[in-house]
């Protein structure tokens, strides 16, 4: 149990900073603005629908947020450049 919170409590600072970063470059606006809004539409809807089939075919919520954080992690890897 306190794995899955201490995972969620990542999840919501990593995210801050993705959110951050993306705001920054939606901001200066241009090609790289409109790219990673269309980037951020298609995975969010993306994780989504993953989430939804993972979780009715018996996945623990652990994982599902694990695999959230992945996915953010490499955002803020790729937004950080």
Request: proline content about 0%; aromatic content about 6%.
């Amino acid at each position: 149990m306190f794995h899955t919170w201490l995972n969620l409590n990542m999840l919501a600072f990593e995210s801050q900073q993705v959110i951050f970063l993306r705001l920054m470059t939606l901001a200066a606006g241009g090609r790289d603005a409109q790219r990673e809004a269309e980037l951020m539409l298609r995975e969010k809807v993306l994780a989504a629908s993953q989430s939804s089939v993972r979780m009715a075919g018996g996945a623990s919520l652990d994982s599902v947020v694990q695999t959230y954080r992945k996915t953010v992690r490499a955002n803020a890897r790729r937004l950080s450049r």
